[in-house]
Nanobody, 124 residues
Framework: QVQLVESGGGLVQAGGSLRLSCAAS????????MGWFRQAPGKERAFVAG????????LYANSVKGRFSISRDNAKNTVYLQMNSLKPEDTAVYYC?????????????????WGQGTQVTVSS
């Protein structure tokens, strides 16, 4: 069992930066691939970024490539999402997810555990 708690969301102007954190409980964190997803009002939950259990491999949605960076600290049971050059279209609730496997995937149904989400709002 893995419990996830996101933090770091907020209101930021376009072009600004935010760093989201996701703290995980449970002894299996270091064996889980992790992902960040987002959901805007009226839209489906969409993949943003993923990282393998070791942290050695990452995957990004085309819409955030070059602007967002995912990382993890297995000693702290935490995964991060650094978001730079934010745009109004990045506004959404951001969710952290854990997958009971070492490799990250981009489909929400491939992830077993979810956090409660944190709101990110980017003003123009």
């Amino acid at each position: 069992q893995v419990q996830l708690v996101e933090s770091g969301g907020g209101l930021v102007q376009a072009g600004g930066s935010l760093r989201l954190s996701c703290a995980a409980s449970g002894r299996t964190f270091s064996s889980c691939a992790m992902g960040w997803f987002r959901q805007a009002p009226g839209k489906e939950r969409a993949f943003v970024a993923g990282i393998s259990a070791s942290g050695g491999s990452t995957l990004y949605a085309n819409s955030v490539k070059g602007r967002f960076s995912i990382s993890r600290d297995n000693a702290k049971n935490t995964v991060y999402l650094q978001m730079n050059s934010l745009k109004p279209e990045d506004t959404a609730v951001y969710y952290c997810a854990a997958r009971s496997a070492s490799w990250m995937l981009s489909r929400p149904d491939e992830y077993n555990y979810w956090g409660q989400g944190t709101q990110v709002t980017v003003s123009s």
